[in-house]
């Protein structure tokens, strides 16, 4: 079974940086696309940023020049460093996979549990 398992959440003062990880687990042969979104209360959830099995990236225009995705294909993790972080980037940052292969499946799509950020002074 394949899990998505995320870390890294935390309170940071704002302008402060956080690097949010997502492992996934699992005899995995192949993901396309990673991503990052997040939800706030009362919200709903929305996209942060993605990046796709050519390492091709997209971000919201929300963070664009803040937030930074990156993964490492060898360890099937998804990372995403946060800088000059906003009291509104506070959310739960849930970690997303499409198309993820194992030996005997393939899931369309998976979640993790999500991992709170919190900016406040």
């Known amino acids: 079974q394949v899990q998505l398992v995320e870390s890294g959440g935390g309170l940071v003062q704002p302008g402060g940086s956080l690097r949010l990880s997502c492992a996934a687990s699992?005899?995995?042969?192949?993901?396309?696309?990673m991503a990052w979104y997040r939800q706030s209360p009362g919200q709903q959830r929305e996209l942060v940023a993605t990046?796709?099995?050519?390492?091709?990236?997209n971000y919201a225009d929300s963070v664009r020049g803040r937030f930074a995705i990156t993964r490492d294909y060898s360890k099937n993790t998804v990372y995403v460093q946060m800088n000059s972080l906003k009291p509104e980037d506070t959310a739960v940052y849930y970690c997303?996979?499409?198309?993820?292969?194992?030996?005997?499946?393939?899931?369309?799509?998976?979640w993790g549990q999500g991992t709170l950020v919190t900016v406040s002074s």
């Open positions: 997303n996979a499409e198309n993820v292969a194992t030996i005997r499946e393939l899931y369309l799509e998976l």
């Open positions: 699992g005899s995995i042969r192949s993901i396309s696309t």
């Open positions: 990046i796709d099995s050519f390492g091709s990236t």
